[in-house]
């Protein structure tokens, strides 16, 4: 492939090698966010702390959303549960309610999953919640309204993998044993029905927050024809941010990189790339349970303490965290999401400003803590430290001044060009972030 780049006023010709990049159009590898994108992009870390919702059909049979390919489900009996699905509870207020109670800025909902069932009013298809559901509302459009009065960004998360669309052919590494037909048209599956879906979720739905792509990982060879689905997310909205969950270094047209249970840089999960970009904002979302949609039998609940510290470790990592609940099938979310959802809200509303609007700061994280940073003022997140002292590396900057965050108690800072080393209060019970505020000279 030859492409043509503008570098310092001339033309210069590139032979691009073939392989990796031979999937890049010229028109992506152009892509120049718009003003506004770059403002969303800002905004989105500021944020910082999102609030993710797996909700389908799976979610009736209490076994997670891949309950499908897991149980190898035909695809004619999982055609059954649309005629179950009756959230008479779902409360699209409570919902927000409950996300901004967290201090959560935004919200990511499943709008599909990858049974490919859409919970929104698609014209491309049946294959959705109101034209296949006893229910027959719209819930993302409710939703959307109600995010919208209360000031809360919505974000679409949305799988291009689709295991019940006939044309997601040829398949890819999952759901081989769910009667799957055997022919189907590729170019006519992305470029009218997903893109046409797309569409929709940014036409019908007011301004959108972005869209969370899922599942390319199931076809990592494919062309997706990623070019025109980014362009056309960016044409109908250049705010709406692109978020794809491929595990892969980012690709031109998108706007943040997301790392699935994992902190960015590590790969515990064992499906994460180690790369992280400086170039793009960063997400690292995660479980409240073990589960991402209702599992019945999952009690491994985290308890705010430790989800205060995956967000704490998070932003230290310059990352936000987009923390997973998956309501019931009848729209209720558990009281063993909310309540722990409701003290990290209350602990947020004390400890926020070293969260909120903050980047990663100066001081590489470790296993004792983070740092985060707001101008002249860097938080120092303690977590894991028993001894009185702490040292840390040098500074670039001189410290004016430090404090508790907590209660304003001045702190004693010792600086030399060996580093930094100051005491730490002891820990109070149920609480491992002790926060001491450096303001820089
Ligand atoms: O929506 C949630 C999950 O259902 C979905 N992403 C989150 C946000 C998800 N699906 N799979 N995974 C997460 C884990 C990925 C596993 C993989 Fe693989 C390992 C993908 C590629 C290698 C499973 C095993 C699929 C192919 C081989």
Redesign the pocket.
């Given at each position: 492939m030859i492409r043509a780049r503008i570098c310092f006023g001339k033309v210069v010709l590139t032979v691009a090698a073939v392989g990796i990049f031979s999937s890049i159009s010229p028109a992506q590898d152009t892509y120049k966010p718009a003003p506004e994108n770059l403002k969303a992009r800002q905004e989105f870390q500021d944020d910082k702390f999102g609030m993710?919702i797996?909700w389908g059909v799976y979610s009736i049979l209490g076994d997670?959303?891949?309950v499908l390919h897991n149980r190898k489900l035909q695809l004619h009996d999982y055609e059954r549960l649309p005629g179950f699905f009756d959230p008479e509870k779902f409360d699209a207020k409570a919902w927000v309610a409950l996300a901004k109670a967290a201090g959560m800025k935004y919200i990511t909902i499943?709008s599909r999953?990858?049974d490919g069932f859409a919970m929104f009013d698609s014209k491309l298809s049946d294959w959705n919640i109101v034209a296949r559901t006893p229910y027959k509302k719209d819930p993302l459009k409710m939703l959307a309204d109600e995010a919208h009065r209360q000031g809360i960004k919505l974000f679409f998360?949305y799988?291009q993998l689709d295991w019940h669309n006939p044309d997601y052919y040829p398949r890819?590494?999952?759901a081989w044993d769910n009667g799957r037909p055997d022919k189907g048209d590729w170019n006519a599956y992305i470029d009218t029905y997903m893109n046409g879906q797309l569409r929709e979720l940014l036409t019908n739905y007011g301004p959108i927050g972005g869209i969370w792509f899922?599942?390319m990982?199931?076809k990592?060879d494919a062309d997706w024809h990623l070019a025109k689905t980014y362009a056309l997310i960016h044409q109908l909205q250049p705010t709406a941010l692109i978020i794809p969950?491929h595990?892969q270094a980012p690709k031109p047209g998108e706007d943040v990189q997301t790392f699935?249970?994992d902190l960015p840089g590590r790969n515990t999960?064992?499906?994460n790339t180690t790369f992280v970009t400086d170039q793009l904002p960063l997400e690292s979302?995660n479980t409240l349970n073990g589960s991402?949609?209702f599992d019945i039998g999952d009690d491994k609940y985290k308890s705010a303490e430790e989800i205060e510290e995956m967000l704490v470790r998070a932003a230290g990592n310059n990352s936000n965290l987009l923390l997973?609940i998956g309501p019931l099938p009848n729209g209720e979310i558990q009281e063993e999401f909310a309540t722990r959802l409701r003290v990290v809200g209350e602990w947020l509303s004390k400890y926020g400003l070293s969260i909120y609007g903050t980047r990663g700061g100066p001081i590489a994280p470790g296993d004792w803590g983070v740092t985060t940073q707001k101008g002249d003022t860097v938080y120092v997140h303690v977590l894991n430290w028993k001894a009185p002292l702490l040292a840390l590396p040098p500074l670039t900057r001189q410290v004016a001044s430090a404090q508790e965050l907590i209660n304003g108690t001045k702190v004693q800072v010792a600086q030399s060009e060996h580093g930094v080393v100051f005491p730490v209060p002891a820990p109070e019970k149920g609480q491992s972030d002790r926060v001491i505020v450096l303001t820089l000279k």
């Open positions: 993710f797996h997670g959303e891949w499943t999953h990858h998360y799988s890819g590494r999952t899922d599942g990982w199931d990592p969950n595990h699935e249970r999960a064992g499906f979302c991402w949609g997973n």
